[in-house]
């Protein structure tokens, strides 16, 4: 765990900036004390990281907050969109220095544009932000999100952890045993009910998180016991194939 100064130094960002991360609910601390001091973990660090490649590549904050807390969110894709990015980025700048270079020789202005085109640039980012930003399913979240008070909204998230509990319980059976398959059904269901519509497609992609992403893992396997986060998985990918 790292304090917000710590980070601060560590990243370069400043501390306001990170506390106004917290506040939009960007970048939240791990874990905040009673003194109201925040802690980062790792978890935190990698999403600042990427938050930080994001605001690189000029996307505003809110619409990184979209594609990160995105229900289909992989860390990896990303991560090979941002690389993509980064090097339509570089070769528009190596385009732009060549420009001035050429002008900067021949000592005359060129009355030519091409070299200022981001319109690849432009597309690819649109691209990512339509696979990544603003879903259905993140709108539908969203809405139903509005209509809940804070304590609600406490109180949904404490259900579903008592269903990873239950499920926890069973890891003593396969996940192909009908009793783990018709809790993972109750899962989709409560999701369904209280986030978002939950498809296979989509319940799939959070059995991938729910072992891909530290932070989730480690709040579902102490709702269910050591192994939770896994053992949901593989009887997730059973339940959708």
């Given at each position: ?7 601060s ?5 400043s ?14 601390p ?25 605001r ?7 619409e ?31 385009k ?15 009355m ?6 981001k ?24 809405e ?6 804070e ?11 008592e ?11 396969s ?13 989709q ?11 296979k ?17 480690r709040?579902?396997d ?19 194939h």
């Amino acid at each position: 765990m790292r304090t917000v100064h710590e980070v601060s130094k560590l990243t370069g960002v400043s501390v306001r900036t990170l506390h106004y991360y917290d506040a939009i609910d960007l970048l939240k601390p791990a874990k905040v004390t009673e003194a109201g001091y925040r802690l980062y973990d790792d978890t935190a660090l990698g999403r600042l990281q990427s938050i930080l490649l994001f605001r690189e590549l000029r996307f505003p904050l809110k619409e990184i907050r979209e594609i990160l807390d995105s229900p289909n969110f992989n860390p990896a894709e990303a991560l090979e969109q941002q690389i993509t990015l980064l090097e339509l980025q570089k070769k528009h700048i190596e385009k732009l220095i060549a420009f001035a270079r050429e002008i900067q020789e021949k000592g005359v202005y060129k009355m030519e544009f091409d070299a200022f085109d981001k319109s690849e640039w432009n597309q690819y980012a649109e691209e990512v932000k339509e696979r990544w930003g603003q879903t259905r399913a993140y709108e539908e979240c969203e809405e139903k999100m509005k209509e809940k008070t804070e304590n609600e909204v406490r109180d949904t998230a404490d259900q579903m952890m008592e269903i990873f509990a239950e499920i926890g319980k069973l890891q003593h059976l396969s996940p192909e045993d009908n009793r783990v398959q018709e809790k993972i059904e109750t899962l989709q269901s409560f999701i369904s009910e209280h986030y978002y519509t939950c498809t296979k497609e989509i319940l799939s992609g959070l059995g991938q998180m729910y072992v891909g992403d530290e932070r989730m893992k480690r709040n579902i396997d102490k709702a269910g016991g050591d192994g939770t986060a896994e053992f949901a998985a593989q009887a997730i990918e059973i339940f959708v194939h």
